[in-house]
Nanobody, 119 residues
């Protein structure tokens, strides 16, 4: 079994910052890409940022220059530093990871953490 546990969400005023963390645990051989997605009420889940095992990053245009994704491979953890937050960033944020176990490689998701940005 593989578990992804997110933390760091909450309520913040516009212009503020939050840092999300997501730790993977379980029967893990290695992790390829890790990422963050978000889903606002009434909208589809969308990509926020991804990071490869080698550190290559991809960002949604809406967060470029404000959010930074990073990871600690030794801890199987991915982070999302969110600065200059806007009300439109309000959503449930989910992390995911492409996990290689002994017998399979598949994508696992966390349970989500709420981020609310007040105006």
């Amino acid at each position: 079994q593989v578990q992804l546990v997110e933390s760091g969400g909450g309520l913040v005023q516009a212009g503020g910052s939050l840092r999300l963390s997501c730790a993977a645990s379980g029967s893990i051989v290695s992790i390829n890409d890790m990422g963050w997605y978000r889903q606002a009420p009434g909208k589809e889940r969308e990509l926020v940022a991804t990071i490869s095992s080698g550190g290559r990053t991809v960002y949604a245009d809406s967060v470029k220059g404000r959010f930074t994704i990073s990871r600690d491979n030794a801890k199987n953890t991915v982070y999302l530093q969110m600065n200059s937050l806007k009300p439109e960033d309000t959503a449930v944020y989910y992390c995911n990871a492409d996990v290689l176990r002994r017998l399979d490689l598949r994508t696992h998701w966390g349970q989500g953490t709420q981020v609310t940005v007040s105006s």
